[in-house]
């Protein structure tokens, strides 16, 4: 079973990009460029793993990560974070959100998904 990669970002160059990135190495990738609809989405469609902007209009993904703390089922969800303004600073407000990991943009396309494959373990591509 493939798993589940949901990237939300509110660029949509860069949210077709990674989506046929992640698609082509294997993963059933969800993209939404809405932050505001995207903890509903993330209670629906239960992800294996959440690619998440920073930096994005009406939400950041600092609020997002924030909310999901409160569902059950998405707790152990891995986050990793995406930012083009990433900031020292930055480490402790992630930790506090549950945010695992850090990606700065731009970033290559194999960190993306080594960084994938470390949060979800081995077999994290094509099947369990």
């Known amino acids: 079973m493939k798993k589940r990669i949901m990237i939300i970002d509110d660029d949509r160059d860069f949210l077709g990009e990674l989506n046929e990135v992640l698609a082509l190495t294997g993963y059933d990738v969800i993209p939404v460029n809405d932050s505001e609809k995207a903890v509903d989405l993330i209670k629906k469609d239960r992800p294996d793993l959440i690619m998440l902007d920073i930096k994005m209009p009406k939400k950041s993904g600092f609020d997002v990560a924030s909310e999901l703390k409160y569902f059950s089922g998405i707790l152990d969800v891995?986050?990793?974070?995406?930012?083009?303004?990433?900031?020292?600073?930055?480490?402790?407000?992630?930790?506090?959100?549950?945010i695992r990991?850090?990606?700065?943009?731009?970033?290559?396309?194999?960190?993306?998904?080594?960084?994938?494959?470390?949060?979800?373990?081995?077999?994290?591509?094509?099947?369990?």
């Open 78 to 98: 891995p986050i990793i974070a995406m930012s083009a303004f990433y900031k020292e600073d930055f480490n402790y407000l992630l930790s506090v959100c549950g």
């Open 101 to 128: 990991r850090c990606l700065k943009k731009p970033f290559n396309p194999l960190d993306a998904i080594m960084e994938i494959e470390k949060s979800l373990g081995p077999n994290a591509g094509n099947t369990v």
